[in-house]
């Protein structure tokens, strides 16, 4: 099993920036890919950026794409997720996910980020 736990979320004005970290625990997330989700009062679950578990693929969404950066550390079992540039819009719950499978699907509690002046 995998265990995530986020933090680094918190209060920032537009244009600021945060730093998100999801620590795993209970095995190497070598072989996972890692994704960071993020969901909004009255909004669907969406993607945010994938990490693949080869090579360095990575998957954005338009809406975060050159403002976000997505970025592993397998050594230290922990996924990132820089946020640049940030708007109100981004505004949500951001989860860490660590998915080997479809029937290896783990979730973090989440940390709420909120761009607001």
């Known amino acids: 099993q995998v265990q995530l736990v986020e933090s680094g979320g918190g209060l920032v004005q537009p244009g600021g920036s945060l730093r998100l970290s999801c620590v795993a625990s209970?095995?190497?997330?070598?072989?996972?890919?890692m994704s960071w989700y993020r969901q909004a009062p009255g909004k669907e679950r969406e993607l945010v950026a994938r990490?693949?578990?080869?090579?360095?693929?990575?998957t954005y969404a338009d809406s975060t794409k050159g403002r976000f950066t997505i970025s592993r550390d397998n050594a230290k079992n922990t996924v990132y997720l820089q946020m640049n540039s940030l708007k109100p819009d981004d505004t949500a719950v951001y989860y860490c996910?660590?998915?080997?499978?479809?029937?290896?699907?783990?979730w973090g509690q989440g940390t709420q980020v909120t761009v607001s002046s």
């Open positions: 209970g095995v190497s997330i070598r072989t996972y890919d």
């Open positions: 996910q660590a998915r080997g499978g479809r029937s290896d699907e783990s």
């Open positions: 990490s693949w578990s080869y090579g360095s693929r990575r």
